[in-house]
Structure formats: structure tokens, C-alpha cells
């Protein structure tokens, strides 16, 4: 039995809550040791991993990681919100009954722990003295000491963030317990895993994977689930799967600041992560704040909207990351960055890592190429052209390894949001951007957010895979009151701030994409502040209002006047098919407020008035 006691003392942590809770799953889990986390920790524990074989070396300061095979990815249908109130429920938060849970899931970790250490992670996910700090502290408890790394990554880890609460109680209470990862029954009858967020208790129980989301549970299980229940129950604050950059005119020194949400596999990090292109490098400049969550709140002093980015690094997909895609992503996890890959094609001769997209063609030379499953590439049968990589593939870093960070990105005040953009993914239909200045119909517009199935015969054709506000896999609370909390939020700013939808990813009859994308997405973003400020006008359409060619800063792009006209107009016919498909969407949804369903009908009638 682990000494728990020693430990605590030890680390100095001296929270009789966070004692206690250690105390209770140390005994059930059967963990053979305690230890306490700071982020001072990292050196020994990479020492101690790359002894164990957990991680490999892949150059200076740089780590390799394989998870289990059939352990890669985030599992959204074993992903369990659960909470005493039936009401609860929603269409996509998977509710159950905590009393029928909480019992489940301990009867899954006790003992599975035991010959383990049980690492104590205390984290803070916002930046301290942020005005949502009483909502940010957790305590991870888990047996994996990969996790604890990526864990010292992704949040701000260490004893002072969680001795010292006004609260002493309102930690969020996080464990992880691993499982035997080879007998679990991933996909039959018999699965035995659980990643279950007891929301009004929040308690985060997640069984049976040592992979991303399901297993660094301050980001996406406490980061979005449990903080998007908190927002909503304390009434409070927003959280959404959203990234966040900022954009300086260095000619007036105005700085803005746009937040947003894209469905998977849309770009958000590359988004997130921009440089200027070449042609306006001169006068502007975009700071990166954070990738994949945004917490937003009104400060009632002034009024206004304010973001943060609650992470403390990046968990990116490496697929297609690359000099032109982005730059600064592979500054980020260059030799002594500490970065963190998992599941990439590794090289242990060289120590180099290879995924699809890092360069147009795979090392000529495959001696010494080990695949993602750690098979080696040269002995592949002929035509196995399987990817090296696996898809989900991911790098693990520090935000300030970032070299476009924002220098305030670790103000606790936040920054304050001048707009919201929502990105799908859409081949036709969808132009490059219009901008919304209604709250109800803006948030009408990300609640129908979503991205085209990749082949017409997985669906309709055209029609989308909605993933509200993409937070489809995080939602904790029914989607009515979800609608009705940013209508709350948002409307309490004195001003609203603007809302646009972008998409990046029209294509041609030949299939060729319309808009060159990457760097020159900021050109959109550029005239939808030009727009706030009242420096050009647009032209409104019955979706939303659009740049005129002329207004958009085309300086060095190339494309053809003809995809420029397709991708600057709406395509009415199927934008009413869209309405039918969009209506279908949210009579799902109970309780949605009226003022969504008149923003509905409202653009419904205009396209009708239109055609
Ligand atoms: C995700 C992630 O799964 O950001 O969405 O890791
Ligand atoms: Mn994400």
C-alpha cells in the first residue's frame, strides 16, 4: 500500500480536500506509490520514461511516443455526461444517471492500479488571477507517467495552484486509471471502457485508454465538458472548442481579436497558428493565443467580452503540418522544445520523425522506418501503401514554444473579442465569408455548423454532419439551454461583437480548391474588421453580408476572376435545400428559444424573397 501521507508532506501539499480525495482513490485504485506533480518534475520523469521504454528519444529535448493500437483517438461513444437530474439530457451529451456511474466506474478502477504509481497532478487551466479561476483549478490523479508529461505540456502543473483556493474545495476531481489496455473490447458488446463527466459533481472518471482527450483530462473532459456545465450553471461564462489569435495593424496600432470553431479536419490550428502572408507581412502581424479551447466571459466593469485560452499548450494533429501549412507549428517542436510525439513514423537509428504531409514524398532511404504500430516500413509488402502515420497522429508543446505566442497570452485579464467565426467545410454553397450582426442569428449560425461528409454516399448530397458550435463531442447540457446560455452571455456585452462564417474549401468542377487558403485566410478576417469599423460596407445577402471584390485585399493572390465571383456569391437554390436540412437539425433540440427559430424563419423568408 502506498504511504499517502508521506507523500503529501513531502510535496508540501497541504489541501485537506484534495488530501482526502487522494487518500479515498490511492486505496481504491491499490496504487503501490503516490507522487506529487510540479512541472519541475519534467527532466526526471523523461529520464525515467526513456528508461522505461515508455518514451524514445527522437532528437535534442524531443520525445516519441506509441500509444496501444487500438488506443488512438478520442471515443465519442464511450463518452458519458452524467449528473442526478434526468433533464439534463441532450441530444448529443450521452446522459446516465450518476447513481447508476459512479458505482460502475469505481468497480472498473479498483485494484487496476495496483504495482502502479498514482501520479497527483494539481493544474490550473486558465492563467492565474483570471476572473474564472474558481472554475480552472483540477487534481489529476492518474497511473501514466506519458500522460503526466503531456500533462505538464497542456496545463500549469504544480502544489501552489490548488493549496491556495478561496474555495479549498472547488478543485475539479480528475482520475484517470488505465485499464488493461489489450483486454478491453474496444468495439464489442463487452467494452469496458468509460470516460464519464459527473458534471454537477464535477468528477471526471475516465477507464480503459492512456490517449489524448480520453486521458489528459484537464483539456478536453474538465478544458470544455465540465467547464462548458460550470459556464452554464453558474451563469457565468462560455466554454467552447474554439481558437484564438489576435491581428495587429502596425500602420494604426488597432488590435483585434477573433475567436472561433471548425469542425474537425477544417483547419482550426493551422488557422490559429498564422503568419501574415508575404504580401501584407509589412503592416500586419497575428498573434497566436490557443488552438482548440476559448473561455469567454463580459467583464461587468466594462462591459465587454473577454476570451482567454485556458491550455498551456498545443496537442495538434501532425498530418499535412509543414513549412507552408504552418511555419510555426514546426518551430514549436524543434530539438530542445520538449515536444512530444505520439503515434508518427519514427527512425530509432537516426532519431528522426516522419509523418504524412511533413514533405510531399516519404524518406527516400526507408532503412531503419518503423510505421506508427512501430513495424518497419522496409519490410512492407508490395503496394501495402498504408499511411506511416496514423491519421490522429498528434505533437505535444508549449504554448511558449510558439513563436508567434502572443506576449500577453498569459494575462489574466484576457483579451477583449471583437469577433466570432464559425468554419465548415463545404465544396460549394458556403462562399469564403459573411459576416452576421444579429446575436440570435450568429448563434443560430453556429449552432448549424457543421462540415460535408467526405462522399454524398455517406449522406445526402450537400448535406451536412452538424456539430453545433463544433462542440457536438463536448456538449454537457441539452442544446436549448446551451442556445439560450450564449444568447444570456453574449447579450449581457454593451457591444455584441461581430459573427462571420468562413469556409476556406470551395472547390471547382475539376475538384481544385477556388481560394488558396492558409496564410491568406487573414484576408477575410482583415475585411470582416474593416467591416466593424465601418471602413467598407459589403453587400448583403439573405445569409449575411458579403465582401464586394473590391473591398477584399487580393495584393499577391492568385485566382482567376471567375473563382472569385463564385466564391463572393450565394448559391440560393441550395441554400433553401440547406434551410429544409437546417430545420430537421433543430427540431432535435428541446426547449430551443424563440429567438432561434425567428432568426431561422427570418433567413428561410429573405432566401425565399431572394430566389
Ligand atoms: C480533440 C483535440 O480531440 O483537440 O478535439 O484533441
Ligand atoms: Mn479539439
Known amino acids: 500500500m502506498a504511504d499517502v501521507e ?9 489541501n485537506p480536500h484534495v488530501r482526502e480525495y487522494v487518500h479515498y482513490w490511492a486505496d481504491l485504485t491499490g496504487a503501490d506509490r503516490v507522487e506529487v506533480i510540479s512541472a519541475s518534475d519534467d527532466p526526471r520523469l523523461a529520464e525515467e520514461a526513456l528508461a522505461a521504454g515508455e518514451l524514445l528519444p527522437a532528437g535534442e529535448g524531443l520525445y516519441y511516443s506509441r ?6 483517438a478520442r471515443s465519442e461513444e464511450r463518452t ?5 437530474n434526468p433533464s439534463d439530457a441532450g441530444q448529443y451529451n450521452n446522459w446516465r444517471p450518476s447513481s447508476e456511474m459512479k458505482p460502475l466506474l469505481e468497480g472498473k478502477m479498483r485494484g487496476a492500479s495496483a ?22 483549478a483540477g487534481v489529476e490523479l492518474t497511473d501514466s507517467r506519458t500522460v503526466v508529461m503531456h500533462m505538464i505540456r497542456m496545463a500549469r502543473v504544480g502544489v501552489d495552484f490548488i493549496n491556495n483556493l478561496a474555495d479549498p474545495n472547488s478543485f475539479a476531481r480528475a482520475v484517470h486509471v488505465t485499464g488493461d489496455l489489450e483486454n478491453l473490447g474496444h468495439g ?6 468509460y470516460f464519464v463527466t459527473v458534471a454537477d459533481e464535477r468528477t471526471i472518471l475516465h477507464f480503459g485508454s492512456s490517449y489524448g482527450g480520453n486521458a489528459l483530462l484537464g483539456k478536453i473532459a474538465h478544458g470544455l465538458r465540465q467547464a462548458a456545465y460550470d459556464g452554464w450553471a453558474s451563469g457565468k461564462f462560455l466554454s467552447e472548442q474554439f481558437m484564438l489569435l489576435g491581428i495587429t495593424d502596425k500602420e494604426t496600432g488597432k488590435k483585434y481579436h477573433i475567436c472561433g470553431g471548425f469542425p474537425s479536419a477544417s483547419g482550426k490550428t493551422n488557422l490559429a497558428m498564422t503568419l501574415a502572408p508575404d504580401a501584407l507581412g509589412d503592416r500586419y502581424y497575428v498573434d497566436f493565443y490557443g488552438d482548440d479551447i476559448a473561455w469567454l466571459w463580459v467583464d461587468p466593469e466594462d462591459g465587454k467580452l473577454y476570451g482567454m485560452n485556458p491550455e498551456f499548450g498545443v496537442f495538434g494533429v501532425a498530418k499535412d503540418t509543414n513549412e507552408a501549412t504552418n511555419p510555426t507549428a514546426l518551430d514549436s517542436i524543434g530539438p530542445g522544445s520538449g515536444a512530444i510525439f505520439t503515434n508518427i513514423a519514427y527512425n530509432p537509428d537516426t ?4 509523418w504524412e504531409g511533413k514533405t510531399k514524398e516519404p524518406p527516400a532511404d526507408v532503412t531503419g522506418w518503423q510505421d506508427w504500430k512501430g513495424e518497419l516500413v522496409s519490410e512492407r509488402t508490395e503496394g501495402d501503401d498504408s499511411p506511416w502515420a496514423h491519421p490522429n497522429s498528434r505533437f505535444t508543446t508549449t504554448l511558449a514554444n ?23 467545410r463545404t465544396r460549394d454553397r458556403e462562399p469564403l465569408i459573411r459576416a452576421i450582426t444579429d446575436l ?8 448549424t455548423l457543421g462540415a460535408e461528409a467526405t462522399f454524398a454516399a455517406e449522406g445526402v448530397d450537400g448535406q451536412l454532419r452538424y456539430d453545433p458550435m463544433s462542440m457536438r463531442p463536448f456538449m454537457s447540457y441539452p442544446e436549448g439551454a446551451y442556445a439560450a446560455h450564449w444568447l444570456k452571455i453574449i447579450g449581457e456585452a454593451t457591444e455584441v461583437p461581430m459573427f462571420a462564417h468562413v469556409n476556406w474549401f470551395q472547390r471547382g468542377e475539376d475538384g481544385h480548391f477556388l481560394w488558396p487558403g492558409y496564410r491568406d485566410n487573414l484576408r477575410p478576417l482583415l475585411w470582416l474588421m474593416q467591416l466593424k469599423a465601418g471602413e467598407v460596407t459589403g453587400r448583403t445577402t439573405p445569409v449575411g453580408i458579403i465582401p464586394t471584390k473590391e473591398e477584399l485585399n487580393l495584393e499577391g493572390v492568385e485566382i482567376t476572376p471567375e473563382d472569385l465571383d463564385t466564391i463572393l456569391t450565394i448559391d440560393n437554390a441550395r441554400w433553401q435545400q440547406e434551410i429544409g436540412f437546417r430545420q430537421t437539425h433543430l427540431e432535435q433540440f428541446h426547449d430551443l428559444p424563440e429567438e432561434i427559430w425567428e432568426a431561422h424563419r427570418r433567413v428561410k423568408a429573405d432566401l425565399e424573397a431572394d430566389a
Do not use: C
Open 351 to 354: 532519431q528522426e520523425v516522419w
Open 67 to 72: 500509444s496501444f493500437h487500438k488506443d488512438t
Open 402 to 424: 510558439v513563436p508567434n505566442v502572443a506576449p500577453d497570452f498569459n494575462s489574466p485579464a484576457g483579451v477583449p473579442i471583437d469577433a466570432i467565426i464559425f468554419g465548415g
Open 6 to 14: 508521506a507523500a503529501l508532506d513531502l510535496a508540501g501539499l497541504t
Open 115 to 136: 504495482g502502479k504509481t498514482m501520479y497527483v497532478v494539481p493544474y490550473l487551466m486558465a492563467p492565474p488571477g483570471s476572473p474564472l479561476e474558481a472554475y480552472a
Open 188 to 193: 464489442t458488446p463487452d467494452d469496458a471502457r
Open 440 to 447: 440570435a442569428e450568429g448563434v443560430y449560425d453556429g449552432l
Open 80 to 84: 458519458i455526461v452524467a449528473t442526478s
